[in-house]
């Protein structure tokens, strides 16, 4: 299975920090936020990886190369006229993805998920990990009923920005911006779209404070 790391937003959130450095670059717990992402991946066995990027892109190519430094192999889908949203996006990449099921991380999430778990799933068009609603998004994404996921419904929970994908969930897509949600409703309503809920650590590093929470908690841990 390979693995995509969502990288091309502009980090508005995290102003003024962002305005010279990609949020995916900003040192958390002594190193770059992508690079402990990178490395969680590869120790799950996930060493073919993408990155899409936007703003301020070439620095994360300088900084991350080919992976070989960090045991994996990437390549990057380039969004220089623009970002593309994450549906646009992973588009954009399906021909650096393949034909087979791929995971789709947010490269501004941290978590004690097991992406090791995802590489035995079977999964119709798509699988989604949940976690509990955080206190900036108590109304949740989406509603999880015995393994499936549905736009409907209670208990709700909140996407966790990782998710297992057919390439066949993108087939009727043409090029350019577009957001995953719609994609993801419309597969929820043929009942295509299974899902978990993850119980343990998760974090939306999207701010400047939760970035220094991750920071300090990392730092304790001595990462």
């Known amino acids: 299975m390979k693995a995509m790391i969502l990288a091309a937003g502009r980090g ?14 900003l ?5 770059p936020l992508i690079v402990h992402l990178i490395e969680k991946l ?25 992976g070989a ?3 994996v192999r990437i390549r990057y889908s380039p969004e220089s006229d623009g970002p593309l949203e994450t549906g646009g996006g992973i588009h954009r990449a399906l021909p650096l993805l393949g034909d087979v099921p791929f995971l789709v991380i947010n ?27 955080p206190s900036h998004h108590p109304q949740g994404d989406f509603a999880l009923r015995e ?3 549905g736009d409907d419904g209670l208990p709700r929970f909140t996407f966790a920005g990782v998710g297992v ?16 949600a719609p994609l993801l409703r419309q597969a929820m309503k043929n009942g295509h779209v299974s ?16 970035l220094q929470e991750l920071d300090r908690l990392l730092s304790r841990a001595g990462n």
């Open 147 to 149: 393994g499936i996921v």
């Open 27 to 31: 040192p958390v717990g002594g190193r």
């Open 107 to 133: 490269g501004d999430v941290w978590t004690d998920y097991p992406f090791e778990k995802l590489l035995a799933i079977s999964i119709d068009l798509a699988h989604l990990v949940l976690v509990d609603n």
């Open 195 to 210: 899902g978990e809920h993850h119980s343990g650590y998760w974090l939306d590093v999207g701010t400047p404070t939760r």
């Open 42 to 66: 590869a120790r799950a066995g996930l060493r073919d990886i993408v990155i899409n990027h936007s703003y301020l892109g070439s620095a994360i190519e300088h900084a991350l190369a080919d």
């Open 165 to 180: 994908y057919r390439p066949a969930l993108f087939a009727q897509c043409q090029p350019g911006r577009f957001p995953l």
């Open 12 to 25: 508005e959130r995290m102003r003024p920090l962002t305005d010279t450095l990609p949020k995916p670059l």
């Open 69 to 71: 430094q960090y045991g």
